[in-house]
Structure formats: structure tokens, C-alpha cells
């Protein structure tokens, strides 16, 4: 797959003694990163205690250059429980001392569009003065071919599940 693109410019004119003349611009490369977007979705559902319960998915989308050492990170907010499920790819975990959710990938080759992951969020108790139930998610992947480092948040998902589109 193509990495970079190299370009130049060249300008003819006349000059004042009415000679052809030019002038070219140095060299400039444009290195071509993949095309990583993520999404975070969210449905509310209640469960038979009364309880809000929000599944929460993260999708990754990419096809231009395979990616590695992928990460995506989220801290919760409030009285919450967690329970997370095994995602097709990589590792999904969530610290109950720091409310963080992480899913780690070592690989997404670029034979492979979509992956995603999904976990539960059930409020225990609600707190009338929070509205924010996940932060704005982190993610950062490394370009395989590039080996540059791409760096991407998406929007906070709020309590009432308006999540706004990253």
C-alpha cells in the first residue's frame, strides 16, 4: 500500500527582460496514515430491579493500512457495576479501583474492516447531579506501515444515552 506522496511545484514566467524564467519548490512528502475512525454506541435498557443498564459498544473501522498495539480507554462515572465480554479481537478489561475500560488489540490487519467489543454499565444508584455516565474514549493505534502513531477521542456518553457521533 502507499505510504507517502511526493510533490513539487514549478512556476514559468517571463521576466522583466522578457526571458523564460522558472522557479521550483523544494521537495515536500505527505505520509499517508490509515484510516481508523471509532464509534461509541450506546442502548438503555431496564433491568428487573428498575435499574438503568446501558450496553455500551466500541467499533473500529479501518481498510487502508494495517494497525498494531491499538488501545482504547474510557473512565466510567458514578455508583456503577461493570461486566464486560470477551470481543472478537484483543483483550476488553474494566478496573473497578479507577473505573477504567480498556480494550487492548495487538493487530488489525487491514484485511479485517470492522472489529468491536461490547460491555454492560448498570447504575446502582442514581445520582441527580450526574449526567455523564462514560468519558470522551481515547484511542491510540500505531500504523503499521507508516509506524507513526495515530491519536483519536470520540464524544462522552451521557446518562440518557445521547451520544453524539465522534
Known amino acids: 500500500k502507499i505510504a507517502t506522496i511526493g510533490a513539487t511545484g514549478n512556476i514559468s514566467f517571463i521576466n522583466q527582460a522578457g526571458a523564460s524564467d522558472g522557479v521550483g519548490s523544494k521537495p515536500i512528502t505527505i505520509t499517508l496514515n490509515s484510516d481508523l475512525k471509532f464509534e461509541g454506541r450506546d442502548a438503555i435498557e431496564k433491568n428487573s430491579q428498575g435499574q438503568d443498564v446501558h450496553t455500551v459498544g466500541w467499533v473500529l473501522t479501518n481498510s487502508f493500512h494495517s494497525l498494531k498495539n491499538i488501545e ?81 477521542a470520540a464524544d462522552e456518553i451521557s446518562l440518557n444515552g445521547n451520544t453524539p457521533t465522534p
Open 72 to 152: 482504547l480507554t474510557a473512565t466510567a462515572f458514578g455508583d456503577i457495576s461493570v461486566t464486560t465480554s470477551s470481543p472478537a479481537a484483543g483483550a476488553l478489561s474494566y478496573d473497578a479501583q479507577t473505573k477504567k475500560i480498556t480494550w487492548i488489540i495487538s493487530e488489525m490487519p487491514n484485511s479485517v474492516d470492522v472489529i468491536n467489543s461490547a460491555f454492560t454499565i448498570t447504575i446502582n444508584k442514581n445520582n441527580p447531579t450526574q449526567n455523564t455516565l462514560l468519558s470522551k474514549a481515547h484511542l491510540t493505534a500505531e500504523d503499521a506501515v507508516t509506524g507513526q502513531k495515530i491519536d483519536l
